[in-house]
């Protein structure tokens, strides 16, 4: 039975709820991050916040949660025409994809991922993909999950197991499993403390969170909150 985890963690709503489940299952945890060129840095201060506040506000969580890596690939950002790295117009592209993807993005971080946790004895990667409330990013999907979940287990000659908490759910039903993790002290830390809008908004306040309230990521967190909230009535 496995009893260590690293999680990809962002500091967004998704990987925020993926951490308080490795937390809740796992005897030891860690976190890596990326900071990959992305056009702006408040997901990357919004990590440190909610690591901060899952310390000292969730003390059965706080002995768990171990050491906090944070990984500079910002090549990623040079070498992408993204507008998550660029500052460009949202739209979507001919291939049928929205420009928010950075190819090769997930795949790229999951390899340094598996690396990380081979060398501190981390048996179980974390990551809150999703191919149900997505904006259809092939590395996303559970097929590439389990691709890479071979090609690390064979590369490394160790055997990995690559989790997916949100693969098969949708927004509102991750507010809910926040819900049933942490209670309304974790749905209000995710509230405040975690960010997804891609423009980097933090000016405007609406119930499920900051942001601009009209991005893809926005859009997206809205309706799942306003699911939730209608079902939690």
């Given at each position: 039975m496995h009893t260590t985890a690293l999680v990809l963690f962002s500091g967004g709503q998704d990987s925020t709820t993926c951490l308080a489940e490795a937390l809740d299952k796992y005897e030891r945890v860690e976190t890596i991050g990326f900071d990959y060129g992305q056009r702006h840095s408040i997901e990357l201060e919004a990590r440190r916040t909610v690591l901060a506040h899952l310390r000292e506000r969730f003390p059965h969580w706080a002995a768990r949660l171990g050491e906090d890596h944070l990984i500079n690939v910002d090549v990623l950002g040079r070498i992408s025409e993204s507008s998550l790295t660029q500052d460009i117009a949202f739209e979507m592209?001919?291939?049928?994809?929205p420009n928010t993807f950075v190819p090769g993005r997930n795949l790229l971080f999951l390899t340094l991922a598996g690396a990380l946790a081979y060398r501190r004895g981390l048996a179980v990667i974390v990551t809150g993909v999703c191919e149900t409330d997505f904006s259809g990013y092939p590395d996303c999907r559970d097929d590439t999950m389990k691709a890479m979940q071979l090609a690390l287990s064979l590369g490394m000659d160790r055997r990995f197991v690559i989790e997916t908490p949100l693969m098969w759910i949708d927004k509102a039903a991750t507010w809910a499993m926040a819900q049933r993790l942490g209670g309304d002290a974790l749905v209000e830390l995710i509230i405040?403390?975690?960010?997804?809008?891609?423009?980097?908004?933090?000016?405007?306040?609406?119930?499920?969170?900051?942001?601009?309230?009209?991005?893809p990521a926005c859009e997206l967190r809205a309706r799942g909150w306003e699911r939730y909230a209608a079902s939690s009535r």
């Open positions: 592209q001919a291939n049928g994809l405040e403390d975690t960010h997804t809008c891609y423009l980097g908004d933090r000016g405007q306040r609406h119930p499920w969170g900051y942001g601009c309230g009209h991005c």
